[in-house]
């Protein structure tokens, strides 16, 4: 809970701004409602007074015929057919109207807030999103932009509505008799009071229920995405516990809402009802008294009925408003967390670089006080192959982070052919570089438009030539569909090595200056790594190349090795000779340490 409501209400208002006079027209259409029921038993009324009885029948319907127009029980008949017809064609087309219209409007302004917070979210720092993680991200993008709608176009034009009928009756009241008019504004301060609490309560809890949803989704979530590994360790039952969990503290806070919805219901409609027994009380001694008639007893009687109704609206709207509000400021904390790394305003374009780094006294902390890389300096010449090694946690991931701009340094520098990297826009920078993972990432779509990920608009020709200079085309043309298979969701109808050969295609066709290779190979058989050591020798050529790897051969090929250790360089070793990595392997066999 971060943000005052009303704050909330107005930040809302502005972001759909382009959509008020569509609103506007549904709240138009909305007050259209109650002239159109009273008219309804119109044609039945034409029938009893003007058909079977003899009243006159009403001017505008006179008007509408020729003077001397002699009206029949038959004509009379045809008419309340016509005019009953009438205005049921005319409520349906408001009925119509409003439909499409709420629709169309309500189904955008989710669009929009969705849009707006995954092209945000997208672009959020990786600490937010290690920090968070993926399911809280689907919740509120799917979810709590769902309560934009409920927000805008149910709760907010009842509550508005309420209060208008509310005031008018007050006025009127007042208009009738001063006494009654004041006794009644008397219930609103409790009432008032009685709200603040209420919406102080439920907004925090409702702000706890979407935060304990959000956990079980991501059990969800978590679970289908590495359903492999919970089937191997049989973990489905401790699984479905840690669900049923986090679903239970949703529902139990769903119960404490209602709970305290319910009371606060029950103290309303208690006030209510003393104000409405005081009055017919004090009414009663005034008739007796002469005071008052008893007509209009009954009349202030009625009137307060009018004035008790909104109120008792505007209360059980409250809960459902609480509820929206919680999920409003979930949408906007996230719209206004800063996005990742800042492009300075400055920023310049960068079209191909040559590939040449330097590091800087490269110090940086993921927590405060805890350095993760120290003092790294190093310099890189174009077309360099550079082996980065080290034990696990040595910092050689957050090394490579850093040289893409996922996290700028706490301290030090990192230069592009000699300029600082932050001098750049970040989608230019960032576009130097082709990445290939030991898990390579593929999209649940074709094996052509995976590796047109990386060029898009590449044509049908470039996606060949790419696939063939990875060695995929063979077994891409092998396939049924031939560039058109699916890959099934993240690649996973597809072997390691198919998924590893495509995103090698994808390096291919986006042909950066830059290659970053993370442990490419480690989860290959030794026939499926010599065809892919073989594609990925010819994408090296002619590109500086980053490598992470625990291969001694791998390393062997690479004419610049940095080994990390604890966050600090301990070597920095250009054109080592044949025994450097041999030494360095028995030293790491020696610490136990993995090569
Ligand atoms: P390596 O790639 O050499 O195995 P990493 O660069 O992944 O090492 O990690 C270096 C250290 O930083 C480790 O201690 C790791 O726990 C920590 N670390 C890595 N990523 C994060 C993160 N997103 N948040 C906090 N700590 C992290």
């Known amino acids: 809970m971060k943000y005052p409501a009303l704050y909330l209400i107005r930040r809302i208002f502005f972001h759909s701004r382009r959509f008020w006079p569509h609103i506007a027209g549904i709240f138009l259409l909305s007050l259209l409602a109650t002239p159109i029921a009273l008219l309804k038993p119109y044609a039945l009324k034409l029938i009893i007074d003007n058909g079977f009885g003899s009243h006159p029948l009403p001017e505008i319907i006179i008007y509408l015929f020729p003077e001397n127009y002699q009206f029949t029980f038959n004509s009379v008949l045809i008419i309340a057919v016509v005019i009953a017809i009438t205005i049921a064609l005319i409520d349906n087309i408001i009925g119509f109207v409003s439909w499409v219209l709420d629709t169309l409007t309500g189904e955008k302004l ?18 937010y999103h290690d920090s968070k993680g993926t399911s809280d991200s689907l919740y509120r993008i799917q979810w709590d932009t769902m309560s934009v709608r409920a927000f805008m176009l149910g709760q907010l034009p009842t509550l508005i509505s309420s209060f208008i009928t509310l005031i008018s009756m007050i006025v009127v009241m007042f208009m009738i008799d001063i006494e009654f008019a004041v006794i009644a504004v008397c219930v609103l301060p409790p009432l008032f009071i009685l709200t603040r609490l209420s919406t102080k309560l439920l907004r925090k809890d409702w702000y706890k229920v979407k935060d304990a949803e959000s956990n079980a989704m991501s059990v969800v979530h978590e679970v289908l995405s590495s359903l492999r590994v919970v089937k191997s360790f049989g973990q489905e039952d401790n699984e479905g516990n840690r669900f049923i969990n986090h679903a239970n503290k949703a529902l139990k806070g769903q119960m404490k809402m209602a709970r305290v919805g319910a009371s606060f219901s029950f103290a309303v409609n208690m006030l209510l009802a003393i104000a409405t027994a005081s009055f017919l009380y004090l009414g009663a001694t005034f008739v007796q008294s002469g005071k008052m008639t008893l007509g209009e007893l009954t009349l202030v009687l009625a009137y307060l009925g009018q004035i008790f109704w909104p109120l008792q609206s505007i209360i059980k709207n409250l809960n459902e408003v609480q509820s929206s509000i919680a999920s409003i400021d979930r949408v906007f904390s996230v ?44 310099e890189i010449k174009p077309g360099d192959r550079v082996g980065i090694m080290g034990s696990t946690g040595a910092g050689k991931s957050t090394l490579v982070s850093l040289l893409m701009r996922f996290y700028d340094p706490s301290s030090g520098n990192i230069f592009i052919d000699g300029k600082d990297i932050r001098n750049f826009k970040l989608a230019d920078y960032r576009a130097q570089f082709s990445i290939v993972l030991q898990e390579p990432v593929l999209f649940s779509t074709t094996i052509g438009e995976n590796i047109r990920y990386g060029k898009p608009g590449a044509t049908e020709q470039e996606i060949i030539d790419a696939a063939k200079a990875a060695n995929a085309h063979e077994f891409i043309i092998k396939g049924k569909e031939g560039y058109d298979t699916p890959v099934g969701e993240r690649g996973m109808q597809l072997s390691g090595g198919e998924r590893q050969r495509i995103s090698l295609a994808r390096a291919f066709i986006k042909n950066a200056p830059v290659l970053i290779l993370d442990e490419p190979t480690s989860s290959l058989d030794i026939r499926t790594e010599a065809q892919i050591m073989e594609a990925m020798e010819r994408l090296m050529e002619g590109r500086t190349t980053f490598m992470i790897t625990h291969r001694l051969d791998t390393l062997n090929t690479c004419n610049l090795i940095i080994h990390l250790e604890n966050g600090k360089l301990t070597d920095l070793v250009r054109d080592h000779d044949a025994n450097f990595l041999s030494n360095k392997k028995s030293a790491f066999l020696n610490q136990d340490l993995d090569v």
């Open 335 to 378: 719209l206004d967390e800063e996005k990742e790394v800042k492009e300075s305003t400055h920023a310049v374009q960068l079209s191909r670089s040559k590939g040449e780094f330097k590091f800087e006294a490269v110090s940086f902390a993921y927590e405060k006080d805890k350095p993760t890389l120290q003092d790294v300096s190093f």
């Open 110 to 127: 989710v669009l929009n807030f969705r849009t707006l917070l995954f092209n945000h979210i997208q672009r959020l720092s990786l600490a």
